[in-house]
Nanobody, 122 residues
């Protein structure tokens, strides 16, 4: 599986971005798909994940502002980010695992995208 994340950019606080993660090489439907982010000098952290059955988990800092979804027919996962804050600035990664739940530990994800940079200015 190869994952390709896109959609990052520079946005003012309060703005929105839609991130996409396209999977090639294997059907996405059997995998849990999760978005992580890593800010400069900080550890990689879970943002949101969605299981193959549609169960979704969000990290507390993004709950109510971010929405993740998946389109198995297009082999694509999305992260809609709304009401962005400067503290959301980070490189956002998509990752895939065959473990049948959204797991917090990044070590348990088998496949990773290259990351897309989101910069939120104040």
């Amino acid at each position: 599986v190869q994952l390709q994340a896109s959609g990052g950019g520079l946005v003012q606080a309060g703005g929105s971005l839609r991130l996409s993660c396209y999977a090639s090489g294997r059907i996405l439907s059997g995998y849990v798909m999760t978005w992580f982010r890593q800010a400069p000098g900080k550890q990689r952290e879970l943002v949101a994940g969605v299981t193959s059955s549609g169960t979704i988990k969000y990290a507390d800092p993004v709950e109510g502002r971010f929405t993740t979804s998946r389109d198995n027919a297009k082999n694509t996962v999305y992260l809609q980010t709304d009401n962005l804050k400067p503290e959301d600035t980070a490189v956002y990664y998509c990752a895939a695992t065959r473990i049948n739940r959204v797991v917090v530990s990044s070590r348990l994800y088998e496949y990773w995208g290259q990351g897309t940079l989101v910069t939120v200015s104040s």
